[in-house]
């Protein structure tokens, strides 16, 4: 192979095919980017996988707030012994069928009389027989003989036809078991995150995302006919695990199918389909009352996608992973027919010594002497610098996964019609990526990031100082909010990803996912605590925002800054940032112009590229 063409490359670059010359691409990881110059970022092959799995995503979406209607809790009061002929409520005398047109939970119990002449007082959580008095008017004479409600409760069935709590009798004291229904399931979520991460880099991306799917669908339907609240808890404890397992790795896989140009807005828009699902809960939940019923059509909202899962490739990147080149050949050559490329990519299977190539090879080498030490936890604090950074982007994961669930979960308490609250709790955020996208190319990452958290911060303040008779407004505030927490949380993946050197960027990303996990669990507590004091979760919110907000402002910009691979590199890049920081504050925006290079670091596109792909195998691995 003495000969050269092309300005000196091997002659190994090139196969003949039909009397003419075609291009062999090196099958080295660092150069499969290649792969979409030639093929396309996002073609008709790829659009078709990534609307086929991100349909899915949408049942994650809704069995993730499904609970809001399933455990919701109506009016009720103590049941009383026999058939009621007359009640009093607040002086007022009325048939029993307008009780809950009368009667509010804070207000005076309800006096009832029976058809056997007794007179007895009701309240939420007990009962009283009123001995010596058959006067139903009269609230002071007589004896009073309190009674459990040993006979159950009656329920205000005009919203809601049944759920778990009216099923279930989840009141009294038992209220604390409805409660629970939310953050075990975000347990839930949590553990399947770990789990099914992990084993998708085992198994592979697609027979995880087969499983989940049709987990999924089993788990949902079988929640539906669960006879009581242990079991319900338990099946519903499942779905979150494999909910959570589709969604972490749908978003992996996604990212290994659109090339660069494609993968940051491609990989942001997953969170849409998720906040379709959430309108599709709200849908759902104004046109069906009953909650087995309600349940059983979520389940069955995506069934679709159970039929044609099985379709779905395996993604090129986990296969060269595995060494398997034949099957990415055939992967390669499926999507260039869907694609429409005239001319074939034909794969080399060995690394050819071109400059390009060579490298790549250098890179590799020096990744693989850094990764020679495992990198821990404790590498995330391992200077000051990055002590500040890691708990300021720790902070940024919490918040962002506490403010997003309290507004989702919370939107449904807001007053109004609930239903439709919830509706726009879900269509504001597919703005919010979008925008998200579009500023933060432009502003920066950290100049978006910030002002979105104050955002969120300054519509929880104000949702608390407005009148709260002016429904609509408080309800706009709350949209606004959660448009803003939307376009932190989003952000969030990215923005860590780049703040991070290489060797640890899966740690940072991993940690920071695992603090969006709690603060998940967190926010159904935090939900709660509205019961306490009304505007206390927003309090809360607020609060964790304008201090993240203010955090936020000391990390380092990363939009067009070279990522860096070791903490030598991220020093130097945070020395040259402080720089320019000073200059632009002393010498005007002419040395403000100070340019950021390191000897040996190499910007070029193909290390740009590879440094991409190493940062989107990391976003959601944990």
């Known amino acids: 192979m003495a000969a050269k063409a092309d300005g000196g490359r091997s002659a190994e670059f090139y196969r003949h095919e039909a009397g003419q010359q075609v291009p062999l691409i090196s099958m080295a990881p660092q150069t499969l980017e290649k792969l979409f110059d030639k093929l396309g970022h996002f073609g008709r092959f790829q659009a078709s996988v990534y609307f086929l799995v991100n349909f899915q995503t949408i049942a994650c979406g809704i069995h993730y707030l499904a609970s809001v209607f399933l455990a919701a809790t109506p009016q009720f009061l103590c049941k009383l012994p026999g058939n009621v002929t007359t009640i009093l ?4 005398t009325a048939d029993p069928g307008d009780l809950w047109n009368l009667w509010v939970p804070g207000s005076r119990s309800v006096i009832a009389e029976l058809e056997n002449g007794e007179i007895w007082e009701t309240e939420q959580c007990s009962r009283f027989k009123i001995i010596g008095s058959f006067e139903l008017g009269n609230y002071s004479k007589g004896n009073k003989s309190r009674y459990s409600c040993s006979d159950g409760f009656i329920y205000d069935q005009n919203h809601i036809e049944n759920s778990i709590v009216t099923e279930w ?12 229904t939310q953050p075990i399931f975000m ?4 553990l399947g995150a770990v789990v099914f991460g992990d084993i998708a880099d085992r198994l592979g991306r697609r027979s995880i995302l087969w499983f989940t799917s049709v987990a999924q669908f089993v788990f949902g339907v079988a ?6 609240y242990y079991s319900f808890i338990i099946v519903r404890f499942l779905l979150a ?3 959570s397992g589709y969604l972490v790795v749908v978003f992996v896989y996604v990212t290994e199918y659109t090339g660069l140009k494609a993968r940051s807005w491609a990989s942001m828009h997953v969170h849409a389909y998720f906040a379709v699902g959430i309108m599709v809960v709200a849908l759902v939940g104004f046109l069906v009352r009953t909650w087995r019923l309600y349940q059983l059509i979520l389940s069955l909202v995506t069934i679709p996608f159970i039929f044609f899962c099985w379709l779905l ?4 990147w986990w296969l060269l992973a595995k060494g398997r080149i034949e099957d990415v050949q055939k992967l390669v050559d ?3 027919q869907w694609n429409r490329v005239k001319i074939p990519c034909h794969l080399s299977v060995m690394q050819v010594n071109s400059p390009e190539d060579s490298t790549d090879k250098e890179i590799t080498n020096n990744q693989h002497v850094t990764k020679e030490k495992k990198m821990s936890i404790l ?4 200077t000051c610098d990055l002590v500040k950074r890691t708990i300021t982007v720790w902070l940024v994961w919490f918040t962002g996964s506490l403010g997003y669930y309290v507004s989702s979960l919370g939107s449904v308490n807001l007053g109004g019609n609930e239903y439709l609250n919830l509706f726009l709790a879900g269509a504001v955020e597919i703005p919010s990526y979008i925008v998200a996208c579009a500023v933060m190319d432009r502003l920066g990452r950290r100049n978006t990031l910030a002002p979105s958290l104050f955002l969120t911060g300054i519509t929880c303040v104000l949702s608390m100082v407005i009148p709260q008779d002016i429904e609509a407004l408080s309800i706009t505030l709350s949209m606004i909010g959660k448009f803003a927490i939307a376009v932190a949380f989003g952000l969030i993946y990215l923005y860590t990803a780049e703040l991070y050197p290489t060797i640890i960027r899966s740690l940072a990303v991993g940690s920071g996912s695992m603090m969006a996990r709690v603060g998940s669990t967190v926010a159904p507590f935090c939900v709660l605590l509205s019961s306490v004091w009304i505007f206390l979760p927003q309090l809360i919110v607020g609060i964790m925002s304008f201090l993240t907000g203010f955090l936020t402002l000391l990390l380092p910009e990363t939009l067009g800054r070279p990522l860096t691979q070791t903490f030598e590199e991220a020093a130097e890049l945070q020395r040259k940032l402080k720089q320019e920081k000073e200059a632009s504050k002393h010498g005007g925006s002419s040395a403000a112009m100070v340019r950021i290079e390191k000897q040996g670091y190499i910007t070029d596109g193909m290390e740009k590229s590879k440094e991409e792909q190493n940062l989107i195998e990391h976003l959601t691995r944990l």
């Open 313 to 316: 490739p395996e993604t090129p």
């Open 334 to 336: 499926r999507i260039a």
């Open 169 to 180: 009798n989840l009141v009294c004291d038992r209220a604390w078991l409805a409660k629970l």
């Open 379 to 382: 590498d995330l604090f391992r």
């Open 187 to 190: 347990l839930g979520v949590l």
């Open 223 to 228: 929640v539906a006919f669960t006879n009581d």
């Open 241 to 243: 695990l494999v909910a």
């Open 89 to 92: 409520v607040s002086n007022t």
